[in-house]
């Protein structure tokens, strides 16, 4: 059964930092771009970040340039999301996905699996 399962998230003040796992089975990542999205209450869900199944190359949004690193760990099946100095902007439902993606790779429709979420809180 393919299944992408994220852990991770929770609640941190501003400032802190989190890191988020995409844990796979069912198949093997590193055949996949592996994307970031977002959802906040209200909003339309958005593309965060992606890593590439190429050549592990990476995007980043300018909301989260600078704060977030994705990367992958092949021998776990797993990709990571890095969130350092989050902001009370970042609350959000975060999903990972994951498709076979040639060429730039936070378009929601061309990732086959989705992960079911994880909540992002960030408040004093």
């Known amino acids: 059964q393919v299944q992408l399962v994220e852990s991770g998230g929770g609640l941190v003040q501003p400032g802190g930092s989190l890191r988020l796992s995409c844990a796979a089975s069912g198949f093997t990542l590193d055949y996949y771009t592996i994307g970031w999205f977002r959802q906040a209450p209200g909003k339309k869900r958005e593309g965060v970040s992606y890593?590439?199944?190429?050549?592990?190359?990476?995007y980043y949004s300018d909301s989260v340039k600078g704060r977030f690193t994705i990367s992958r760990d092949n021998a776990k099946n797993t990709v990571y999301l890095q969130m350092n100095s989050l902001k009370p902007e970042d609350t959000a439902v975060y999903y990972c996905?994951?498709?076979?993606?040639?060429?730039?790779?936070?378009?929601?429709?061309?990732?086959?699996?989705w992960g079911q979420g994880t909540q992002v809180t960030v408040s004093a």
């Open positions: 890593i590439s199944s190429s050549d592990d190359s990476t």
């Open positions: 996905a994951a498709g076979v993606i040639a060429g730039w790779g936070l378009i929601e429709h061309e990732y086959s699996y």
